[in-house]
């Protein structure tokens, strides 16, 4: 397994807030997980609320845990609730039940790590992810969002 340098995370994470300043979004805060569900970096721009550090963080475990973007994880909740329930209690770590992150992949389609953005819609956390992923050389599985391929 690769892992994600300290450079390709910072380029996802300033990538991610340019296009989120291209759009007029919210205040965002991006982290950057590398593939065992480790905090690689993590920004919160100013004005961005107390708790999107654990928002995140949550949305980026859920994606790893569950190898589908945090969209699709909260979509199984919906199909079962009484599974994700269960994984909350066997985890080791936060899961938040939202939109906005999705897997790293590299380009053998291996998962590196998540990347989990919080602060505007769950649309558009998503969005300005996969611009991030992209920038810095990586891919989106295309399975895991629709429209993205």
């Known amino acids: 397994m690769r892992a994600i340098s300290l450079a390709q995370t910072n380029t996802m994470i300033d990538a991610a807030l340019a296009a989120a300043a291209e759009r007029g979004l919210k205040p965002l805060a991006v982290i950057v997980l590398d593939a065992g569900g480790r905090v690689k970096a993590f920004q919160k721009q100013d004005g961005a609320a107390l708790l999107r550090f654990e928002i995140s963080y949550g949305k980026a475990f859920a ?8 969209k699709l994880v909260l979509q199984k909740y919906r199909d079962k609730p009484k599974f994700i329930d269960n994984l909350e209690q066997l985890s080791d770590g936060p899961i938040f039940l939202e939109g906005g992150a999705q897997l790293i992949l590299d380009e053998h389609g291996e998962v590196v790590g998540a990347i989990g953005i919080t602060g505007d819609s769950n649309e558009m956390d998503d969005e300005v992810a996969m611009v ?5 050389g990586f891919h989106v599985d295309p399975n895991q969002y629709e429209g993205d391929g």
Do not use: P
């Open 63 to 70: 994606a790893l845990g569950m190898g589908r973007s945090s």
């Open 132 to 136: 991030g992923i992209r920038a810095a």
